[in-house]
């Protein structure tokens, strides 16, 4: 039973577009993330955010941005992307803040960078 | 920073057969303990979790830790086809993190 709703499934750009993903959840948590998938399966947390709020906010390039307009909503936006931007973005959530909460993923968006 | 490992990197077991599936840690004030399971193109799934040293079994799965030994593991009674997929561990500290290991990717032979 899918709970968190991620658009697109698959998105191909060039260097240097922009692009933004969009993840919605339907459980009710206050809790969202994003993380990134690489080709090696290696999930790697970029951002986390608590009813709107920026909770963890990895090392990631500054052209990427996360934007949450409510604890429902959390969409992904990167400015310029490059080639080694490609991978999976998968987007979570879960009840109550802290690496002890189960995590709900999305299906993913795959993007590929030519 | 937390550094988790998995092995084997890839397993291929047949049908029936218990699989056993590794992981390490290197923060020892490590608290929280996870498996998730990936199938193809699908979404991370929370498999179990533990807190304490020792076992806990779900049905065919079962976690083991040793957190003097940094280690913990899954292990899967009567393998079934529809187990194949990338097996990843997750461990927490204190604070917002949830740190994945490298994946274990698990064929189940009919």
């Known amino acids: 039973e899918t709970a968190v709703f991620q658009t697109p499934n698959y998105h191909v750009t060039q260097v240097g577009n922009e692009v933004s993903f969009n993840c919605k959840q339907t459980?009710?948590?206050?809790?969202m993330y994003w993380y990134k998938q690489d080709s090696k399966k290696l999930l790697k947390i970029m951002f986390s955010y608590n009813n709107k709020q920026l909770i963890v906010n990895e090392t990631v390039p500054r052209r990427f941005s996360p934007q949450s307009s409510d604890k429902a909503h959390l969409n992904l936006r990167i400015k310029s992307v490059e080639p080694e931007d490609s991978a999976v973005y998968l987007c979570a959530s879960s009840q109550g803040l802290g690496g002890q909460n189960t995590l709900y993923f999305g299906a993913g968006t795959r993007l590929s960078v030519l | 920073q937390q550094k988790v490992q998995q092995s084997p990197e890839s397993l291929i077991v047949p049908e029936g057969a218990m699989t056993s599936l590794n992981c390490t840690f290197s923060d020892s004030a490590s608290q929280y303990f996870a498996w998730y399971r990936q199938h193809s193109g699908k979404a991370p799934k929370a498999l179990m979790s533990?807190?304490?040293?020792g076992e806990k079994e779900e049905g065919r799965f079962t976690i083991h830790l040793n957190k003097a030994s940094l280690h913990f593991s899954l292990h899967i009674r009567d393998s079934q086809p529809s187990d194949s997929a990338l097996y990843l561990c997750a461990v927490s500290a204190m604070g917002y993190k949830l740190t994945f290991g490298t994946g274990t990717s698990l064929l189940v032979d009919p």
């Open positions: 533990i807190f304490s040293n």
């Open positions: 459980l009710g948590h206050d809790t």
